[in-house]
């Protein structure tokens, strides 16, 4: 895996897009951690459109993965319509991608997970982070759908499309 070098301490990760070859491998982590994903199939169309939507995190000696991120560059349609909260992430199609990131008009945060170990925590938002600044000004989008995804959110700077009350689940977040 080459990719990123995160520091903490003494340990270190490597933050990277997925690869084909890893995706099965890396399905299999999230899926243990959260449940049912996206299909295999799919997941696989997604990363020959735009590779940089899927990112794995590894402690540097150990097997097995730290942590994920699914962040999806989204063109021009589908970022109007998450800026209105009338879309959500499990309506996104490959066409919905944009292919680069000249192409990116916003991004989805599909989701950023990690196992127990607090540092694999630690190091999967430091890589997030770094790959969000990677994309400037462009706004993000995310729909928490847990009471821990909207701590994450909110503490990331995360706040709500629509200024009303609402259920956990049913409003788009925006960072920028």
Same mark, same amino acid.
């Given at each position: 895996?080459?990719?990123?070098?995160?520091?903490?301490? &003494?340990?270190?990760?490597?933050?990277?897009?997925? !690869?084909?070859?890893?995706? *099965?491998?890396? =399905?299999?982590?999230? /899926? +243990?951690? /959260?449940?049912?994903?996206?299909?295999?199939?799919?997941?696989? @169309?997604?990363?020959?459109?735009?590779?940089?939507?899927?990112?794995?995190?590894? %402690?540097?000696?150990?097997?097995?993965? +730290? #942590?994920?991120?699914?962040?999806?560059?989204?063109?021009? +349609?589908?970022?109007? $319509?998450?800026?209105?909260? $009338?879309?959500? #992430? $499990?309506?996104?199609? /490959?066409?919905?991608?944009?292919?680069? %990131?000249?192409?990116?008009?916003?991004?989805?945060?599909?989701?950023?997970?990690? #196992? *127990?170990? &607090?540092?694999? %925590?630690?190091?999967?938002? $430091? +890589?997030?982070?770094?790959?969000?600044?990677?994309?400037?000004?462009?706004?993000?989008?995310? =729909?928490?759908? !847990?009471?821990?995804?909207?701590?994450?959110?909110?503490?990331?700077?995360? %706040?709500? /499309?629509?200024? @009303? *009350?609402?259920?956990?689940?049913?409003?788009?977040? &925006?960072? @920028?």
């Amino acid at each position: 895996m080459i990719g990123r070098r995160i520091r903490l301490g &003494r340990h270190s990760f490597i933050a990277a897009p997925a !690869s084909d070859e890893e995706l *099965p491998g890396l =399905r299999a982590y999230i /899926v +243990a951690e /959260v449940g049912p994903v996206t299909p295999l199939a799919e997941m696989a @169309r997604l990363t020959l459109r735009n590779e940089d939507w899927l990112h794995a995190v590894r %402690r540097v000696g150990y097997s097995g993965y +730290a #942590g994920a991120f699914a962040i999806l560059p989204l063109g021009g +349609a589908a970022s109007e $319509a998450f800026g209105r909260n $009338a879309m959500t #992430g $499990a309506q996104i199609t /490959v066409e919905h991608i944009a292919e680069n %990131r000249e192409e990116t008009r916003s991004v989805y945060l599909g989701s950023i997970l990690s #196992g *127990p170990e &607090r540092l694999g %925590r630690a190091a999967t938002l $430091a +890589a997030f982070n770094a790959v969000a600044a990677e994309y400037g000004d462009v706004p993000f989008y995310s =729909r928490p759908v !847990s009471k821990d995804g909207l701590r994450v959110l909110t503490r990331l700077g995360y %706040r709500p /499309v629509e200024d @009303r *009350p609402h259920s956990l689940g049913e409003m788009i977040y &925006r960072l @920028r």
